[in-house]
């Protein structure tokens, strides 16, 4: 099959917008461990414990409106450090960027099937001190996971 010189560049295009993404993500992906380091022990020792200090009647509102701030600035970091993990393990393919990409897929998981369904209920039912605690013990996991994808990713720098 004949590509058109018009459908060929179109693509050479794309593929080098990614490639400049992907290159400059791996120019940063220090920074971005260390923001999900920093962003992460910030709740694990300030956000959550303070949950448990909140007035019940006021807790629900306030969580909901946390749970929407937070987001923007986690969301993005978390996945451009997934974006930047897996890129590197393809290219680079080092047994450190494998372990990072573990450590990634580690706290994503304990994000997304436990973290996140706590916060849904807790959204939705209000303050309950267990699943608060449960939260904050999920979340050291996470912090752990998190921390150990810093200190490879600088030592690898």
């Given amino acids: 099959m004949i590509e058109s010189s018009d459908h060929r560049e179109k693509t050479n295009g794309t593929r080098s917008k990614m490639i400049f993404f992907l290159e400059t993500i791996h120019e940063h992906a220090l920074a971005i461990d260390f923001a999900m380091f920093v962003v992460i022990w910030i709740v694990q020792v300030i956000v959550y414990p303070s949950f448990l200090f909140l007035e019940p009647k006021s807790f629900q509102e306030w969580h909901t409106c946390y749970c929407g701030r937070i987001s923007y600035f986690v969301l993005p970091l978390m996945i451009m450090q997934v974006l930047e993990t897996v890129s590197s393990c393809f290219f680079v393919g080092t047994e450190s960027e494998w372990f990072r990409l573990a450590g990634v897929l580690l706290a994503w998981m304990v994000t997304f099937l436990h973290s996140a369904p706590l916060?849904?209920?807790?959204?939705?039912?209000?303050?309950?001190?267990?699943?608060i605690k449960s939260l904050l013990r999920g979340n050291l996991l996470r912090s752990i996971a998190w921390t150990l994808v810093f200190f490879v990713s600088f030592w690898n720098y």
């Fill in 119 to 131: 916060h849904k209920k807790l959204s939705l039912n209000g303050k309950v001190d267990g699943d």
